[in-house]
């Protein structure tokens, strides 16, 4: 399997910071103060990656899964297509990254090569990637594809898949189109692709995942690294093992970049951030929640059932969602002792990622002491309510990182590639 190794990177000596997107934010309540209604979500899109660019951000990142959420709590973001999403976001911004989400389970290469190509000359140079396998049953019953292929078949259909995209995009060369006659496992592709290459080379890829398999598809592939750590220690381990590996690899650590989910609820005092947090957790509708919390935990769960604490189920050891997820909310509520409830009103807040409830100040105490004690590269935003954390960190947080000089006063490369500080891939 050949490496495409990103030489030139440097451990940056400011932070990458990515807009994970939202049109309400990311506690799950946050569409009940509101924000969002049917028949403005274009013009709420454009707001907060415009109020994104504005601070500087390196990209905004938008999720996806192929099916229906369980609960009806989903907001209207997560129904867009991404591609489209940030097609449309191109246009309407300059500078900040569009990172989107497909999945190399049910994309064929081809489709994937080709759609970010486009967003990639689209946007001058700014389209990234986020690689994933899909990981819940729903999603294989929409494709006539049951049942659900195992972790390890996904995982190494994504390696090969990312081969083959990253082949097509190489397809094209100062000489003109060339053939990738690919043939593989999962796939055969005669190539070329039918648009010019990449203004990037190859789009940011990105990779979100913990498991052993996540890790090493992120070592051998990945660019950047979206992350769940719930806390400093366990982020500085996973960030010394995902360096180790992927020095093991042959890659320079430096090329793949660590970005540490960070759940962000701001205010300017002790007293607002208690009123903020009473609001939203007043909010949280329990029984709405209650079929995406047994969905998780892959257990039929009631009102009655959420005073039971977690270390007294028999609960399966994977998820049908994230295992990264997975591992450190249940890990962490056996030793803590918690309930159903508090995992329910914990999973509303952030999941598994760390959550930084603060002030400005704390908020960039906190970012820095991570980014200086080698526990991430950056981070991962994810404002509890859109537009108003957001809004509070632009405003208030990143003047503080600058003045520190962690952050950078404004962009000094046009392309995502160039924010992440990573080389161009030459023609191939």
């Known amino acids: 399997m050949t490496i495409h190794p990103r030489d030139g990177a440097e451990r940056a000596d400011t932070m990458n910071l990515n807009l994970f997107f939202s049109r309400t934010g990311h506690h799950r309540a946050s569409w009940r103060l509101g924000r969002g209604e049917p028949g403005g979500v274009l013009d709420d899109l454009l707001g907060i990656a415009r109020l994104a660019e504005r601070g500087a951000l390196d990209s905004v990142f938008f999720a996806d899964v192929l099916h229906a959420p369980p609960a009806a709590t989903a907001t209207p973001p997560s129904c867009l297509e991404p ?13 900040i990254g569009l990172i989107g989400t497909l999945s190399a389970t049910y994309n064929a290469p081809y489709h ?10 689209l946007s001058g140079g700014r389209a990234g990637w986020n690689v994933v396998t899909s990981r819940h049953d729903a999603e294989a019953r929409n494709f006539s594809d049951a049942p659900h292929a195992d972790r390890a078949d996904r995982y190494a259909r994504a390696a090969e898949s990312i081969e083959v995209v990253r082949a097509l995009w190489d397809s094209w ?20 692709l039918n648009i010019p290459r990449p203004p990037q080379g190859h789009p940011v890829l990105v990779q979100a995942g913990g498991s052993d398999e996540g890790r090493d598809l992120a070592a051998r592939h990945a660019d950047a690294l979206f992350a769940v750590q719930p806390s400093v220690e366990t982020a500085r381990a996973f960030y010394a093992d995902i360096k180790r590996r992927t020095a093991a690899l042959g890659r320079d650590p430096a090329g793949l970049r660590v970005l540490p989910g960070v759940y962000l609820l701001i205010g300017s005092t002790e007293e607002e951030l208690r009123r903020r947090q009473a609001e939203l957790d007043a909010l949280v509708d329990v029984e709405n929640e209650l079929p995406w ?14 005073d039971r604490r977690v270390a007294d189920l028999d609960l399966p050891e994977t ?5 990264a997820f997975h591992e450190v909310l249940i890990g962490r509520a ?9 995992v329910l009103h914990r999973t509303a807040a952030g999941a ?25 590269d950056g981070f991962n935003l994810k404002p509890a309510v859109v537009p108003t954390d957001l809004a509070h960190f632009v405003d208030q947080v990143l003047p503080r990182l600058r003045r520190r000089g962690v952050f950078r006063a404004e962009y000094t490369g046009r392309t995502l590639r160039e924010h992440y500080g990573l080389t161009r891939p030459e023609d191939a």
Request: hydrophobic share 40%; no cysteine.
């Open 319 to 323: 998820a049908p969602t994230s295992q």
């Open 352 to 376: 598994g990622h760390f959550r930084l409830v603060g002030t400005p100040e704390r908020v960039a105490d906190e970012l820095e002491s991570w980014f200086r004690t080698g526990a991430a």
């Open 83 to 95: 591609v489209t999403a940030l097609s449309a976001l191109a246009a309407a911004t300059e500078r």
């Open 173 to 192: 060369s100062s000489d003109g189109p060339r053939p990738v006659d690919h043939t593989g496992r999962h796939f055969s592709v005669a190539g070329p």
């Open 112 to 121: 994937i090569a080709r759609r970010l190509a486009a967003l990639d000359h």
């Open 293 to 306: 919390l047994a969905h998780f935990l892959r257990l039929p769960i009631g009102p009655d059932d959420l």
């Open 334 to 342: 056996r030793r803590a002792g918690h309930t159903l409830r508090e």
